[in-house]
């Protein structure tokens, strides 16, 4: 075990790129698989956000199923039962409902 401690150590003295190359790499393969794919979603919902119109069938972030009933520049109301509605904020606006239907 300490020879081959020993032995890791010698190697990694005679190049400082020895020493920074793992820890790039580290950060390469998080910046591809976490940060890239969660920039990518939250550009997908923003765009999502911004394309409701009167009539979509949406889910709010505390889950409730309603319908875009107006829209105004920082909330929405939304229908969830006849006559019914709520004012939410747009960005609470999670997805469509007929994403639900489209995963099963």
Do not use: H
Not at 83 to 94: A, F, G, P
């Amino acid at each position: 075990m300490n020879n081959l401690l020993l032995v890791m150590l010698q190697q990694q003295q005679g190049s400082p790129w020895a020493t920074f190359l793992p820890l790039v790499l580290i950060i390469v393969v998080f910046y591809f698989f976490m940060i890239r794919p969660q920039m990518r979603r939250q550009k997908e919902l923003r765009k999502f956000q911004e394309s409701l119109s009167k009539g979509d069938k949406v889910i709010v972030a505390g889950g409730i199923f309603g319908k875009v009933a107006e829209i105004k520049d920082e909330y929405i109301l939304v229908e969830i039962d006849d006559n019914v509605r709520i004012k939410v904020i747009k960005s609470t606006v999670l997805r469509d409902s007929a994403d639900l239907q489209q995963q099963k």
